[in-house]
């Protein structure tokens, strides 16, 4: 098993490379109208949200807003049950802070020179270089402010990848041609551990879906993830009703995976 998730300067070359390589090895293709169309099938509301809040930077009332906090658990839910059937390729959307630590998982950024990328926009788009330029200063902030609120992280550093590619210094058949390999290294070497780390996030992520995206809670302080051994659901609460609702829902979505609460009143 395999997985690559790509993220992409606009005007990179990134999408272009994951649609080759998915080509190429018969990987399934995820990209925003992949995840948009599948949060469709949860309800018209999610799909309507999903279009408004993707990649875009959340105002400060948006980030602590009950659908914002939702949107980003289907995000991270949807993207992790992809990874679960393997051979897939993963565009955008934090996939590669989603993936951190999987083995058989190559995180790549990919990124070109300012000159480069605005000569891409301006034919792609069929815009003049004032347009391309600003077209891709705001792409390049809100996909930055985007990955911030939701994973506190940086979108652009490059310790946060298995590899960054310029594309201007080498062909996209060069780079294609080298992250297939990597992928057909990791699919020759099957890793156990990797894959229950794997299920036990995804587990997690089904929990902090269903919890965040149910109207009648709304806990600010909350947050639900696996820590090696058990799906923990952490955070500050009110009263007991809020405690006894928060447990019972969230041992009905863990099923048989172990679970932990962690929950604590508001003094």
């Not at 005007?11 to 080509?23: D, K, L």
């Not at 109208?33 to 509301?45: E, F, T, W």
């Not at 705001?138 to 996909?143: A, C, F, N, Y």
């Not at 902090?208 to 302080?221: A, C, M, R």
Request: glycine fraction near 8%; charged fraction near 30%; proline fraction near 3%.
């Amino acid at each position: 098993m395999a997985i690559l998730t790509i993220s992409r300067e606009l005007g990179s070359g990134g999408r272009e490379i994951g649609q080759a390589i998915a080509q190429d090895l018969g990987y399934d293709f995820v990209d925003k109208a992949r995840i948009l169309n599948d949060l469709q099938g949860i309800g018209k509301n999610w799909e309507k949200w999903g279009e408004s809040m993707d990649e875009r930077c959340p105002t400060i009332w948006e980030k602590y807003d009950w659908s914002f906090r939702g949107f980003g658990a289907l995000i991270q839910s949807t993207i992790l049950n992809y990874a679960m059937k393997d051979s897939v390729v993963l565009i955008g959307r934090g996939a590669n802070f989603i993936l951190e630590g999987i083995p058989f998982a190559d995180r790549i950024h990919v990124m070109a020179p300012i000159e480069n990328r605005i000569s891409q926009i301006m034919v792609r788009e069929s815009m003049n270089r004032e347009a391309a330029l600003w077209l891709i200063e705001k792409t390049d902030r809100d996909r930055s402010c985007f990955i911030f609120s939701l994973y506190g992280k940086r979108w652009g550093d490059p310790e946060e990848y298995d590899d960054v590619v310029n594309t201007a210094e080498q062909s996209v058949d060069n780079i294609t041609a080298t992250i297939k390999e990597i992928l057909n290294q990791k699919d020759r070497h099957p890793n156990e551990p990797g894959w229950k780390e794997l299920e036990m996030r995804a587990a997690a992520a089904k929990v902090k879906t269903g919890i965040l995206t149910d109207q009648s809670i709304f806990i600010p302080t909350l947050d639900i993830f696996y820590d090696g051994s058990s799906i923990v659901v952490k955070g500050i609460i009110h009263n007991p009703k809020e405690h006894k609702k928060i447990e019972t829902k969230a041992a009905s979505l863990a099923g048989n995976y172990p679970l932990r609460c962690d929950l604590h009143y508001r003094r």
